[in-house]
């Protein structure tokens, strides 16, 4: 009845699959485990196989990367079962009856999404950016998540029917990191697909060190660049650029974002990291980007 499908890249989650395993045995009717590798180190890849000893589970290793949305689309493919739970590698259980819950509301909701919590105190002041700033945007009740449904979407946990999934997929063209999931819930909107949000989280539990983080920050502000005709009116950082643009203050801002750069890394970078200027610099960045690409021409 349950698919658990569990994408990896360059993280150990035998326990994770373990932990979920011990749940699935609880629960009255079958339920299988399948993580796909997108192209990890060997290291990680050696540990993970241990998975394949696990009764109901597998570890699938694909020879490339392929992406985020790619290989989410492919363990649709492989999964036998009419329900699909999406969770991503660098998860930790936190309830006992966390696959209980997902089923539960299951059945009045198309999809299913519980959310997530990051533990304290905080694991590595290595980490701060991407722990204050998941604290500050991501951790949101069900009921703010509720008020905007299909814009608070996230693929980090996420339950649907098997048939709703493969009417949808993933945009594949998103091959670079980020918003792959803005896109898929807005054509959950555009297909009046049910979606509810649920208090069943799980722990975020793989931070990024700060400068990789904000690098990955950066490539997403690139994807959503690319990609902002389609995904404007689901953005709020597109938003507040084509604001800045109307009144043709952008130049303005990422002239500012260029002078100050080097100050605001070096906050983002502390151990106490401001998240207001986070903002800034993603809003500079955005702006400086098409400064850079006009300056090329």
Same mark, same amino acid.
């Given at each position: 009845?349950?698919?658990?499908?569990?994408?990896?890249?360059?993280?150990?989650?035998?326990?994770?699959?373990?932990? #979920?395993?011990?749940? /699935?045995?609880?629960?009255?009717?079958?339920?299988?485990?399948?993580? %796909?590798?997108?192209?990890?180190?060997?290291?990680?890849?050696?540990?993970?196989?241990?998975?394949?000893?696990?009764?109901?589970?597998?570890?699938?290793?694909?020879?490339?990367?392929?992406?985020?949305?790619?290989?989410?689309?492919?363990? =649709?493919?492989? /999964?036998?079962?009419? #329900?699909?739970?999406?969770?991503?590698?660098?998860?930790?259980?936190?309830?006992?009856?966390?696959?209980?819950?997902?089923?539960?509301? /299951?059945?009045?909701?198309?999809?299913?999404?519980?959310?997530?919590?990051?533990?304290?105190?905080?694991? =590595?002041?290595? =980490?701060?950016? @991407?722990?204050?700033?998941?604290?500050?945007?991501?951790?949101?009740? %069900? @009921?703010?998540?509720?008020?905007?449904?299909?814009?608070?979407? =996230?693929?980090?946990?996420?339950?649907?029917?098997k048939r709703i999934f493969q009417k949808i997929l993933f945009d594949e063209?998103?091959?670079?990191?980020?918003?792959?999931?803005?896109?898929?819930?807005?054509?959950?909107?555009?297909?009046?697909?049910?979606?509810?949000?649920?208090?069943?989280?799980?722990?975020h539990l793989g931070l990024e060190r700060n400068d990789d983080f904000l690098?990955?920050?950066?490539?997403?502000?690139?994807?959503?660049?690319?990609?902002?005709?389609?995904?404007?009116?689901?953005?709020?950082?597109?938003?507040?650029?084509?604001?800045?643009?109307?009144?043709?203050?952008?130049?303005?801002l990422a002239t500012l974002f260029r002078l100050t750069e080097r100050y605001?890394?070096?906050?983002?970078?502390?151990?106490?990291?401001?998240?207001?200027?986070? %903002?800034?610099?993603?809003?500079?960045?955005?702006?400086?980007?098409?400064?850079?690409?006009?300056?090329?021409?």
């Amino acid at each position: 009845m349950l698919s658990i499908l569990i994408p990896t890249y360059n993280y150990d989650c035998l326990g994770l699959v373990e932990e #979920l395993h011990r749940q /699935a045995q609880t629960l009255s009717f079958p339920i299988e485990i399948l993580v %796909a590798d997108d192209g990890s180190s060997e290291e990680f890849k050696r540990n993970n196989r241990k998975i394949n000893r696990v009764s109901n589970c597998k570890f699938i290793e694909l020879k490339e990367n392929v992406g985020r949305a790619k290989i989410r689309n492919f363990l =649709s493919e492989k /999964a036998q079962y009419n #329900l699909l739970l999406f969770i991503d590698s660098d998860a930790g259980l936190v309830k006992k009856d966390f696959l209980q819950n997902y089923i539960y509301a /299951a059945q009045n909701s198309d999809v299913v999404c519980g959310g997530l919590i990051y533990d304290r105190p905080i694991p =590595s002041v290595l =980490s701060s950016l @991407r722990y204050y700033y998941g604290i500050y945007a991501e951790e949101r009740s %069900a @009921r703010k998540r509720n008020l905007h449904p299909y814009s608070q979407f =996230s693929s980090f946990s996420f339950l649907i029917k098997k048939r709703i999934f493969q009417k949808i997929l993933f945009d594949e063209s998103f091959t670079e990191y980020g918003h792959e999931d803005t896109a898929f819930g807005m054509e959950l909107e555009k297909q009046d697909v049910r979606i509810k949000h649920i208090d069943n989280p799980l722990y975020h539990l793989g931070l990024e060190r700060n400068d990789d983080f904000l690098r990955k920050t950066e490539k997403g502000i690139e994807t959503l660049y690319c990609n902002s005709a389609l995904l404007f009116n689901h953005v709020r950082l597109l938003q507040a650029y084509k604001k800045l643009k109307k009144y043709r203050v952008q130049s303005v801002l990422a002239t500012l974002f260029r002078l100050t750069e080097r100050y605001l890394k070096d906050n983002l970078l502390s151990t106490h990291p401001n998240m207001r200027l986070f %903002a800034f610099y993603k809003l500079g960045y955005l702006c400086n980007l098409e400064y850079k690409q006009k300056s090329t021409k």
